[in-house]
């Protein structure tokens, strides 16, 4: 059932035998901030028991009218509860193996290594040679994430993104029904009693006193009901508005979207401060649900009785949690045995969705000169490639980029001739699927340009970069892109990176930039161009080495 790593795959894993460790680290203002959280928190409780004595319970919540409050569980709450914690535990495991891919977070766009608020790596940046985010990233076990183990961000993205539309359905569905019935009332505040009853149901707790338990088939207290509504009302649309702030199509296109959230990194890391919510909740909750009478209370929450004596609720409820974890286990034989078949599920169905809606969307690439960012990280594996190497020592002055394939008019380019074609200039946002951003001013010759020189076939429907690198595991790195991509403005082979001349690291002499497109998209070291009928027959057919390798996400339009 688990699969061995082979040789080259452990390299990618855990270079480092350190690397199965469990790691957090955290800048001290962060440690600081929480630590005063905790202190302000259960010393104002602490505060108020010692010096006023404990506050009267409200036991029942007043939040909400009372007058005529539903009672108990109907079959659409009690089915909704359990598809959501379902997908809930599907989204929180996927989205814990795509952190770990780029384990820290940050409050800024640079990515700076050093600036991250929390990690999840005990790496620390060598400075004295490339060091890329592929290598950065962690192994994550099993257990936490899915898939954890073997895994590609590709696959753990597939998990992510085919669960979000279910968990979203059922939450519209779960909302649609509080609110055509009045079960909304048990949990929308309505009261100034907001303020205070909570709290005091808090002293209570902070200071070792369960509150009156109240029968939650019929009541919740202040701070149920509050936190309920906090989990079905915050955290849920911050998680998804946060989620959407990521795309790179959505902060290209509506470049004020991901700025509700501070920027594109905070919008992560808020993505992530909720799904640690949700699991403070979720340990919160299962802990109450157990301490409070566990055969009633899963009564109540499984067959909609409120009956202490019956089991049935209880071996049901077990039964649904033996059945979720089942799946999880498929989930990992799926995701290390049949990685193609998820692949092209995802594309065939968020894929197709994708390209019909988002995909559409038209790059603005009017980033500014003062938003380029201090810092960018680097990305695969450097040419070893003894041409690569000897063109590098003469500064790439013998450099001539082949054009071929189904052209009218094969060309050799050297960098004078394409610097003479023409130059445009854009500063962009790079997006890396593992979770790093950067600004950067890139400078080159529109691809437009080069198709209109060589005249591509009219039966030409996809356009192939192959670069002087391999790619992790060996073999020529490519990427393609449909025809329509290379023609937009900002589609460009770039040759200057921040108004410099292109960096060795970077790409040089040429890389690839195509704008609305994420980063493992934008080839760099470029060796030559090809233009085809389909991607079919170019390495093992996927349009790319990170999509022939690493099952990442397919272009649904190639
Ligand atoms: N030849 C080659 N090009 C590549 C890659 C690679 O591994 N090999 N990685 C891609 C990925 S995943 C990213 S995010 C960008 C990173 O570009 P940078 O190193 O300039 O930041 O390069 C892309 N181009
Ligand atoms: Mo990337």
Same mark, same amino acid.
């Given at each position: 059932?688990?699969?061995?790593?082979?040789?080259?795959?452990?390299?990618? &894993?855990?270079?480092?035998?350190?690397?199965?460790?469990?790691? %957090?680290?955290?800048?001290?203002?962060?440690?600081? =901030?929480?630590?005063?959280?905790?202190?302000?928190?259960?010393?104002?409780?602490?505060?108020?028991?010692?010096?006023?004595?404990?506050? /009267?319970?409200?036991?029942?919540?007043?939040?909400?009218?009372?007058?005529?409050?539903?009672?108990?569980?109907?079959?659409?709450?009690?089915?909704?509860?359990? @598809?959501?914690?379902?997908?809930?535990?599907?989204?929180?495991?996927?989205?814990?193996?795509?952190?770990?891919?780029?384990?820290?977070?940050?409050?800024?766009?640079?990515?700076?290594?050093?600036?991250?608020?929390?990690?999840? *790596?005990?790496?620390?940046?060598?400075?004295?040679?490339?060091?890329?985010?592929?290598?950065?990233?962690?192994? =994550?076990?099993?257990?936490?994430?899915? /898939?954890?183990?073997? &895994?590609?961000?590709?696959?753990?993205?597939?998990? $992510?993104?085919?669960?979000?539309?279910?968990? #979203? %359905?059922?939450?519209?569905?779960?909302?649609?029904?509080?609110?055509?019935?009045?079960?909304?009332?048990? %949990?929308?505040? @309505?009261?100034?009693? =907001?303020?205070?009853?909570?709290?005091?149901?808090?002293? &209570?707790?902070?200071?070792?006193?369960?509150?009156?338990?109240?029968?939650?088939?019929?009541?919740?207290?202040?701070?149920?009901?509050?936190?309920?509504?906090? #989990?079905?009302?915050?955290?849920?649309?911050?998680?998804?508005?946060?989620?959407?702030?990521?795309?790179?199509?959505?902060?290209?296109?509506?470049?004020?979207?991901?700025?509700?959230?501070?920027?594109?990194?905070?919008?992560?890391?808020?993505?992530?401060?909720?799904?640690?919510?949700?699991?403070?909740?979720?340990?919160?909750?299962?802990?109450?649900?157990?301490? *409070?009478?566990?055969?009633?209370?899963?009564? $109540?929450? #499984?067959?909609?009785?409120?009956?202490?004596?019956?089991?049935?609720?209880?071996?049901?409820?077990?039964?649904?949690?033996?059945?979720?974890?089942?799946?999880?286990?498929?989930?990992?034989?799926?995701?290390?045995?049949?990685?193609?078949?998820?692949?092209?599920?995802?594309?065939?169905?968020?894929?197709?969705?994708?390209?019909? *809606?988002?995909?559409?969307?038209?790059?603005?690439?009017?980033?500014?000169?003062?938003?380029?960012?201090?810092?960018?990280?680097?990305?695969?594996?450097?040419?070893?490639?003894?041409?690569?190497?000897?063109?590098?020592?003469?500064?790439?002055?013998?450099?001539?980029?082949?054009?071929?394939?189904?052209?009218?008019? /094969?060309?050799?380019?050297?960098?004078?001739?394409?610097?003479?074609?023409?130059?445009?200039?854009?500063?962009?946002?790079?997006?890396?699927?593992?979770?790093?951003?950067?600004?950067?001013?890139?400078?080159?010759?529109?691809?437009?340009?080069? =198709?209109?020189?060589?005249?591509?076939?009219?039966?030409?429907?996809?356009?192939?970069?192959?670069?002087?690198?391999?790619?992790?595991?060996?073999?020529?790195?490519?990427? *393609?892109?449909?025809?329509?991509?290379?023609?937009?403005?900002?589609?460009?082979?770039?040759?200057?990176?921040?108004?410099?001349?292109?960096?060795?690291?970077?790409?040089?002499?040429?890389?690839?930039? #195509?704008?609305?497109?994420?980063?493992?998209?934008?080839?760099?070291?470029?060796?030559?161009?090809?233009?085809?009928?389909? /991607?079919?027959?170019?390495?093992?057919?996927?349009?790319?080495?990170?999509?022939?390798?690493?099952?990442?996400?397919?272009?649904?339009?190639?």
């Amino acid at each position: 059932m688990i699969p061995h790593f082979t040789a080259a795959e452990k390299a990618v &894993h855990y270079p480092d035998p350190e690397d199965r460790k469990a790691f %957090l680290g955290m800048k001290p203002y962060t440690k600081l =901030i929480l630590l005063i959280l905790f202190i302000a928190l259960f010393g104002a409780a602490w505060f108020q028991y010692f010096f006023f004595g404990l506050p /009267p319970d409200p036991a029942i919540s007043f939040l909400s009218q009372q007058v005529d409050e539903p009672i108990g569980f109907p079959l659409w709450i009690r089915l909704s509860h359990w @598809v959501n914690f379902f997908f809930l535990l599907l989204i929180i495991r996927s989205g814990l193996s795509i952190l770990y891919d780029h384990p820290r977070l940050y409050w800024n766009n640079s990515c700076k290594s050093n600036s991250s608020w929390i990690r999840f *790596t005990p790496v620390k940046i060598p400075l004295d040679r490339p060091y890329t985010a592929k290598e950065d990233a962690r192994y =994550i076990n099993p257990i936490a994430g899915l /898939p954890g183990y073997k &895994h590609t961000v590709g696959i753990a993205r597939v998990w $992510h993104f085919l669960t979000v539309p279910f968990f #979203v %359905l059922n939450g519209a569905v779960f909302i649609s029904f509080l609110f055509f019935t009045n079960q909304w009332k048990r %949990l929308v505040p @309505v009261s100034w009693q =907001i303020f205070p009853d909570p709290w005091t149901v808090f002293v &209570h707790y902070a200071t070792f006193h369960f509150p009156v338990n109240v029968d939650g088939f019929y009541h919740y207290n202040a701070i149920q009901q509050l936190s309920y509504f906090a #989990v079905i009302f915050i955290l849920a649309p911050l998680g998804m508005l946060t989620g959407i702030a990521m795309s790179p199509a959505i902060e290209n296109r509506f470049r004020w979207y991901p700025k509700l959230f501070g920027n594109r990194q905070s919008a992560r890391s808020i993505h992530f401060l909720v799904m640690i919510s949700y699991c403070v909740f979720i340990v919160i909750h299962v802990s109450l649900v157990a301490a *409070t009478g566990l055969v009633k209370n899963m009564n $109540h929450m #499984v067959m909609g009785t409120d009956s202490a004596e019956s089991y049935t609720g209880l071996y049901i409820g077990i039964a649904i949690i033996l059945m979720t974890i089942a799946f999880a286990i498929l989930a990992h034989w799926l995701s290390w045995n049949k990685q193609r078949a998820l692949q092209k599920l995802q594309a065939s169905t968020n894929g197709k969705i994708w390209k019909y *809606t988002i995909n559409r969307f038209k790059a603005k690439t009017d980033y500014e000169k003062k938003d380029i960012t201090s810092y960018f990280w680097l990305n695969g594996k450097m040419p070893e490639s003894s041409d690569w190497k000897n063109l590098a020592e003469n500064n790439f002055a013998d450099y001539k980029l082949k054009i071929s394939g189904l052209v009218e008019n /094969p060309v050799e380019l050297s960098l004078e001739d394409l610097k003479e074609m023409g130059k445009e200039q854009n500063v962009t946002m790079h997006h890396c699927i593992q979770g790093w951003s950067g600004i950067a001013e890139w400078g080159g010759l529109p691809l437009s340009r080069i =198709i209109a020189l060589v005249k591509p076939d009219p039966s030409v429907t996809t356009v192939a970069f192959y670069s002087f690198g391999e790619g992790m595991y060996g073999g020529v790195y490519y990427d *393609t892109h449909i025809i329509g991509n290379c023609m937009k403005p900002d589609s460009i082979l770039a040759w200057e990176m921040n108004y410099e001349p292109l960096s060795l690291e970077h790409g040089a002499p040429l890389r690839l930039r #195509v704008e609305n497109q994420l980063g493992y998209k934008m080839v760099k070291w470029i060796e030559r161009i090809e233009f085809v009928r389909s /991607p079919k027959n170019l390495g093992t057919g996927f349009g790319g080495k990170n999509e022939d390798d690493e099952y990442f996400d397919l272009m649904a339009d190639s």
